[in-house]
């Protein structure tokens, strides 16, 4: 393996002026996710078909020379970054890849007039997610630029999340939930996109304004409140996730921005009040949702107990937990289960699919992989030393973790079910690529909290100069 | 910001942490139940994926299953279906298993231990692993002519082997045709089983033995055993015979069958109780012998035992509670609150028939590996011994009479002497018929029960004509 020119692991050695960079542990932990993926490939073909294609190859020569890409990337223009990153997403876009691949070969023998693949679809997908990681750390060389474009970046984030509710239904429904973009044969999910859009809104403006919201009027029952007049903005957030609910019938993207929005609110502010306004306004906006709409009382009906509505609104749930319980501990191996029982198990339900052919300890792992994700963005979050970078890493990271733990309480009968997708593991284009922006701004941060301070001189945040850095990449 | 951030940093782990519980109690403490859970199809279709082992009755397969090119890849199919329904039971997508497909299930599907090396190899030689065969005890002539012999009728035949308790026929009416719940077709199965769910008489209950009948005077059979082992009678001894017995401590006058007279005299011999079935005599006599005999006997021919399983569980035959002598008189003649199965009607009739020991019945001839070797044999067992030989003897005489002379005449074979005993039952609607019985007398190679559920004849007219044809079709294939 070639590395790039900055790169000397024994310039990191301890004592050295320069923190270690671990670049070449992230190629290890890299290439270890790629095996794990073509092991994982190859038992599900020899499961399933018995024999070992040329596809597999390609797939991966593939994978492999797309992390291989990514990892240049890294090492050439974001040497510092945390090496954890990158191989926790190798390792769920790679697992989500077989498993989509399995699923393709359970739909196949179902019916073989079935040609349709999603898996090398979703190969796709993963590579234009790619293209567009290298893209954000080509052009994006100081994550602070992104704090000018703050409030463009939350208009862009708002008309991506009204488009689905003013598009004709034709356009922009799919099984009951208006949250699509359909044009041309592609479905493309905006709210993924919106998500990434006003999370930087959120951290710019919060870092604005935090002063402001972390004033303190009065205090009640130990707890200081904020004035009356600074609840505005906490108040537009929400009133913007109950109409997301309302016009999109999305109680995923709802509940997500909402929780993204108040916790980074919480961090900037370092007021608890906040959070307890926050659940307030959820309690309440939960029992008023849960009083007018029939999908939402469906929804928290079946999940209350799936079983008893099985011929209906629990099948869903009802399915993945008999594949889970029977998946028990160590799974049906993979292609040894019946994953594809449970309805859109590609998207919304791969991690029953997981769950029941890895058992217990292959979901776990997984859920763990996400926990190392999330905690090593915390960590960057934690050692950034700019406020903006530290609210938006912290902000991005939390909307890993609100999403993984939405979607998987979902899918395991933990919360009702919201219709979010499982990161970088499930099927579905918008999430993938919008992730791997997410990431390459995490990625961005992360080399800018780890660099070291001072050697080069300081590059103040002279915002004024940023334009010009722009032009010079 | 720090302090903050730390706490989101716990918070996040607190809520992975519930996750990783909850899936904890999903595929652990949960695993079984819904693993187990009937709409849980995945344990089930991947039963389908291997060859379930047949159900063999004389050399040929009743139930076996066959490749198809559907998603489950073998179809469950039985031969001549309705004849050995009551036995082989069916296998179900939607209704699960039922009779012997669920008792041996752990064979059929190969789980059962004695095909573990078995299955290890096929893991290795990477064959498909296949179930065991059963092969049965039933046989084709006699299951045939019981089930024909009961056409239009709801009843129930057993036949035994009285040497072994090997089950040779055990049939059921009204039946049902169990490929009609196999198929793969979810919407036909559940079409047909609400077709039977409308009918009167549920088909799937397997009335031989999961249904308990008042057993009428086939019950004078044990009083007459209880009697004979009291050593205080022999089949001479003369006991009162009245037209009419009062009963002890009420009102009510026991009558004999059609208010007749047993014998002028009022009195007559045990033989000749048996051979008219008499019920002032019996009723008498089961008051003189008292509960205690009566019961042990009762008990030593399986009444109110351990509930047997022959595979198939077996309810409980019973005498019920019998509180006064007048409950005792009643209950000597089969009535009051006595109920037997079919089964058991049969094993009375087995244990007299063998020397007077009961062997356990069984329907379980052989396990079989799929290449058919065997590995497991059934070696008869001895129930218990209610009578001695002797009485055994004595009783073979009376029951001899019964059919020679008394209310068992239709039950005569050409060439046999056949022994019996037959019932007709009140109940709340037309009597029930029974007839019990085996042949040939002086060296016994079958013995069978019939019963016809609200016959309206006499066990005589309705039930001893199809213990004789049962019998019959038995002995001609023996080459007797």
New interface residues.
Partial sequence: MTSGPTTDPRAAAPGAANPPKRRNTELALLGFAVLITLVAQAIVDLTVTGSLTTELATFGVWFAALWTVAHLVVRRWAPYADPLLLPAVALLVGLGLSFIHRLDLAAQ??DSALSREDAPVQLVWATLGLVLFVGVLLVLRDHRLLSRFAYTLALVGLVLLAIPALLPSSLSEVNGAKIWIRVAGFSIQPGEFAKICLTVFFAAYLVDKRDVLALASRRVMGLELPRGRDLGPVLVAWGLSILVLVFERDLGSSLLLFGIFV?ML???T?RASWLLIGLGLFAGGALVAYQLFGHVQQRVDSWLDP?EY?DGSGFQV?QA?????????FGAGLGG??PD?VPVAKSDFIAAAV?EEL??FG??AV??V??VL??RG??T??ICRD?FG??LA?GL??AI?WQ??VV??GV???LPLTGLTTPFLAYGGSSLVANFVLVAVLVRISDAARRPAAPTGPPKPALGDAPTEVVQT | MNAPLRRVAISVLVLFTLLIVNVNVIQVVRSDELRSDGRNTRVLVEEYDSERGSIVAGGTEVANSVPTDDQLTYLRQYANGPVYAPVTGYYSLVYGNAQMERAADDVLSGDDARLFTRRLADLFTGRDPAGGDVVLTLDPAVQETAMAGLEGVTGAVVALDPSTGAVLGMASTPTYDPNQLSSHEPAAIRDYAAQLDGMEIDPRLNRAINARYEPGSIFKVVVSAAALSSGQYTPDTVIPAPQELVLPGTRTALENFGGSACDPSGRQSLLEALTISCNTAFAQLGIDLGEDRVREMAEAFGIGGDPLEIPLPVSESTLGEIETDAALGVSSIGQQDVQLTPLQAAMIASAVANDGTLMSPYLVDQVRAPDLSVIDQTDPEELSEPVSADVADQLTEMMTSVVENGSGRRARIPGATVAGKTGTAENAGPDHNWFIGFAPADDPQIAVAVFVANGGGTGGDVSAPIARDVMQAYLDGQGG
């Fill in positions: 023998q179902a916790v919480y961090v900037a370092e079983f099985y009802a937990l008999f594949g889970l319980g029977t998946g028990g501990l289960g019946r029982q769950g058992g217990l979901l776990v859920i763990i996400y926990l999330v905690e915390l960590r979050s934690l406020a530290k609210l912290a990271s939390f973790a993984v733990f998987l309480g395991t009968g933990l």
